[in-house]
Structure formats: C-alpha cells, structure tokens
C-alpha cells in the first residue's frame, strides 16, 4: 500500500476536527488523504431499503464535508474515500499537541 494519512469519519465534531489534522498532515508528508467511514450494519431482514439509503447518504455527507473542507484550507490535495463494514474498534492518533494553525475554538 502507498504511504498515505487515514483519518476515520463519525460525524462527531473530534472526527472532523481530525481530518482537518490529518489534511496537514498528509501536505507536510506529501501524500494522499484517506477519508474511512466504518460502519456496522446488522444482518436482519428487517433493515429496509430506506435505512440502507439513509446510512449511506450520512457517509456521503460527512465525507463531502471533510473533504470541502480540506480542499479550502489544502487546494490540490489529494483525497481518497472509503465506507468499509465492520467495527470501528480503535483509533490512532497522531499527536496530541496543538499544530500551528489549529483552531481552539474549532471542534
């Protein structure tokens, strides 16, 4: 696999605020960005064709969300999105210490 940055999407405000890390991120190292949205779906016939429908508008929309947002600050970057289905089991951070640029009121 090429080197790349990966940053998982949840819609919450600390995912977005994540990717907007992780854009930086991905400029300084001068590779692509990784937009993940992992979701678990349950395997019963109950599950409808709406809620299938809803679900994947939501990852559409927090992946369009991202990656506007990445363009405006990062013109040129390239960005890659993914929806995968499984478990959401961890998270990798890649550091805690404010960057330069980073917004103390921002999410």
């Known amino acids: 696999m090429a080197p790349q ?3 998982g999407l949840d819609g919450s405000g600390e995912s977005l605020a994540a990717a907007r890390r992780a854009a930086r991120e ?6 692509p960005l990784r937009l993940l949205n992992v979701y678990e779906w349950p395997s019963v ?7 299938v429908d809803a679900v994947a508008e939501r990852a559409e929309s927090l992946w369009w969300e991202a990656a506007e947002r990445a363009h405006k600050d990062h013109p040129g970057l390239e ?3 993914e929806r995968v289905r499984g478990r959401a089991a961890c998270q ?3 550091g805690t210490a404010p960057m330069p640029g980073d917004d103390q009121n921002d999410p």
Do not use: F, K, N, Y
């Open 45 to 51: 016939p109950e599950v409808g064709a709406a809620q």
């Open 5 to 7: 940055v990966a940053v």
């Open 79 to 81: 960005m890659l999105a």
């Open 92 to 94: 990798e951070v890649i």
């Open 26 to 31: 991905a400029v300084l190292r001068e590779v």
